[in-house]
């Protein structure tokens, strides 16, 4: 069965570059969250979107911004990186809100 | 006070041992997921509850709703379900997953 995919699955940036990371939901899921889980620490909501609307914001910084698309698939976009962005950033999908989330691989980012 | 609160926070046990993980909350949720991530990072989805008792192989999950309590169980526990275990809640207010800190479990041979 298709899973969540993320890409890139590692990426490596110097501080105050920018990055793009990419989440392909499940087919026919419409609902997309984001968390970032720091070293040692619990996953932290960052934002979600259901219909190609953003549906909830959480802990999310004004240098970061997502968006989804048509296809479904989001890609959260992330400038003027900081060390304290060094963190493994999950994506989920649902068929609707409130329904159970899967989860992709993750993506590892580490900025030097 | 956390809203989601795990205990225990690390378990060692031997190979074959009957594991039970328990999840206590304070906010009013939907639903509630038991996840499991191993080293390197992944979360895998055990398991979605609302109600009731859920089983899948050895994995049980059981919810109180009224006593804001869950716990999931490992039947004949195997050294390949070492991995932390993860509560989390959907808040029934905005469907944001709450997060527990994670049971670490360890199963020796």
């Known amino acids: 069965a298709a899973g969540v995919i993320q890409s890139p699955r590692h990426l490596i940036k110097e501080k105050r570059e920018t990055a793009t990371l990419k989440c392909y939901p499940i087919p026919r899921h419409d609902t997309v969250y984001w968390y970032q889980q720091g070293p040692g620490q619990d996953p932290q909501f960052l934002i979600s979107?259901?219909?190609?609307?953003?549906?909830d914001k959480g802990s999310i910084p004004d240098r970061f911004s997502a968006q989804q698309f048509s296809d479904y698939h989001s890609e959260l976009n992330m400038s003027s990186l900081e060390l304290g962005d060094s963190a493994l950033y999950f994506c989920?999908?649902?068929?609707?809100?409130?329904?159970?989330?899967?989860f992709g691989p993750g993506t590892r980012l580490t900025v030097l | 006070k956390n809203e989601v609160e795990q205990s225990p926070q690390n378990l060692t046990a031997q190979e074959g041992e009957f594991i039970t993980i328990n999840c206590s909350y304070s906010v009013g949720i939907s639903a509630l997921h038991w996840l499991q991530q191993h080293p390197g990072g992944g979360i895998v989805s055990l398991f979605m509850?609302?109600?009731?008792?859920k089983k899948h192989g050895r994995l049980i999950a059981t919810i109180n709703i009224q006593e804001k309590h869950s716990s999931l169980h490992i039947t004949a526990s195997h050294p390949r379900d070492s991995a932390v275990y993860i509560c989390?809640?959907?808040?029934?207010?905005?469907?944001?997953?709450?997060w527990g800190a994670g049971t670490k479990l360890i199963i020796k041979p």
């Open positions: 509850l609302s109600s009731g008792k």
């Open positions: 989920a999908s649902s068929p609707g809100a409130g329904n159970e989330q899967f």
């Open positions: 979107f259901y219909e190609k609307m953003q549906s």
């Open positions: 989390a809640v959907v808040m029934d207010s905005n469907y944001q997953l709450i």
